[in-house]
């Protein structure tokens, strides 16, 4: 009998133990280390978005803090692929090109000291580069007499202009194209006048660049066809990339 009652008590101290241990670490009396820490992520900042031409160079300036620790990766997925194009331990700081007008996601990824990663994008809208028609002034053309060529000094912008990217239009007094055509080889001194029966427009190209440049002299030839021109015909340049009109002036 003693001894039943001896196990129950048993029984009974430790079922008030196990008890009291429950209480206390559910309290958190004990601490056997306390939590681990919590890494904080890094935070990336891939710059602001930008608006560029193919084939330009494009620069990102990508940067990162990490509230805990140290940036040890940037990395660069220029079309946001998932494919990282770019990579560095140091910067963020990459350059790149986009050779097809399009809007591309640009992405940094950076990792931190303990492998934590931060994410940021950035919008590159690239466009086509534009055509701008050059600027070319031309001498006013004299209508002397027939079969002698009339002259036009082309006075142009720095660089001047591919011959192969001009075309020629000569129009009467009532704005109707009487010819046109484009220009070929330069010659290298002034053609012979009253030789040919087609329209016909020469240049001697001074300075040999292949390009109407300031000084190049443009040969309007007297043929039999031209022999009604008069004072107020115009003749006109065209820039056959655009199709705009880079210069005309009228015969007096």
Request: glycine fraction near 8%; proline fraction near 4%; hydrophobic fraction near 40%.
């Amino acid at each position: 009998m003693w001894y039943l009652v001896s196990m129950k008590n048993k029984v009974l101290v430790f079922g008030i133990c196990m008890l009291m241990l429950l209480v206390i670490f559910s309290s958190g009396c004990i601490d056997f280390g306390g939590e681990e820490e919590k890494n904080e992520k890094p935070i990336a900042d891939a710059g602001a978005d930008q608006t560029v031409y193919v084939n330009n160079t494009v620069y990102l300036n990508g940067t990162a803090v990490d509230p805990d620790g140290t940036i040890v990766k940037y990395e660069w997925d220029f079309n946001n692929d998932n494919v990282y194009d770019w990579e560095s331990n140091v910067t963020g700081s990459a350059t790149t090109t986009y050779n097809t007008p399009a809007e591309y996601i640009a992405v940094l990824t950076v990792t931190d000291n303990d492998g934590a990663t931060g994410t940021d994008f950035a919008r590159i809208i690239v466009q086509e580069v534009p055509i701008i028609t050059p600027v070319i002034a031309l001498s006013t053309p004299h209508k002397t007499s027939d079969n002698v060529n009339n002259t036009i000094i082309a006075s142009c912008s720095i660089g001047g202009i591919d011959y192969r990217n001009v075309s020629w239009y000569l129009l009467d007094n009532a704005g109707l194209t009487k010819a046109y055509g484009t220009f070929s080889t330069p010659i290298t001194s002034a053609p012979t006048a009253g030789v040919s029966t087609t329209p016909d427009v020469d240049w001697v190209d001074n300075d040999d660049d292949n390009r109407l440049s300031t000084g190049d002299v443009i040969f309007i030839n007297e043929n039999s066809w031209d022999k009604n021109i008069v004072a107020g015909w115009v003749f006109k340049l065209h820039y056959i990339p655009t199709g705009a009109t880079m210069a005309e002036v009228t015969y007096t």
